[in-house]
């Protein structure tokens, strides 16, 4: 069986953006985990509209040309790490429009999550773990929650991540639980595929 393909997504367009922080940081943990391959993307690639579609794509074919690429990308991979700040209690308007531009590209993958901003992006994170559930996907327990006071730190030039021995911690065991649901869901999956092909021959 081929490696499993994680992306790591970064939830936020601004252009004040704190999340190339996170992602980098994230990336290069994952990239050193020998059981994945890792790719970064960044929803700036993909400038979808607000949600404008007829139905989900679940039921639907889209329409947006940006969307039919969005939706072609999400299915190239097997697992999926997403930055995630926190506005209002809540992910970004732009995180959660990329997730519903897809439907049926998310399921019976893992889905982990790097939280910041207030309480480490807590509550955004357990929105999109409901998210998540909703699209098939399996949310890991492990996260990682750079709280306000890391968040600064960094922000402000005084430390790095890699220098927070607690998140470096939390994102290993991040990466580790992103990893083997990958490889768990992927093989499930290609036995799926077997069990059609047989049962159409």
Request: hydrophobic residues 50%; aromatic residues 10%; neutral net charge.
């Amino acid at each position: 069986m081929s490696k499993p393909k994680i992306a790591i997504i970064v939830g936020s367009t601004r252009a004040a953006r704190f999340a190339d922080v996170p992602t980098q940081w994230i990336a290069k943990i994952a990239k050193s985990h020998a059981d994945i391959d890792v790719e970064i993307v960044d929803l700036r690639d993909f400038p979808l509209p607000f949600f404008d579609e007829v139905a989900s794509s679940a039921w639907v074919p889209s329409t947006n040309e940006v969307a039919q690429r969005w939706q072609k990308k999400v299915a190239e991979f097997d697992g999926f790490i997403f930055t995630a700040a926190e506005y209002n209690h809540g992910p970004t308007a732009v995180l959660k429009n990329a997730i519903d531009y897809a439907a049926n590209e998310w399921n019976k993958k893992p889905a982990g999550f790097v939280g910041y901003g207030s309480v480490g992006g807590a509550r955004a994170v357990e929105q999109l773990r409901l998210h998540a559930v909703e699209l098939q996907m399996a949310p890991v327990k492990s996260a990682v929650h750079i709280a306000w006071g890391d968040f600064l730190a960094v922000r402000q030039g005084e430390k790095k991540l890699e220098d927070l021995e607690h998140l470096n911690q939390a994102a290993t065991a991040l990466v580790n639980d992103v990893a083997w649901w990958a490889k768990a869901l992927k093989k499930a999956r290609d036995a799926d595929v077997l069990t059609e092909e047989v049962k159409a021959a």
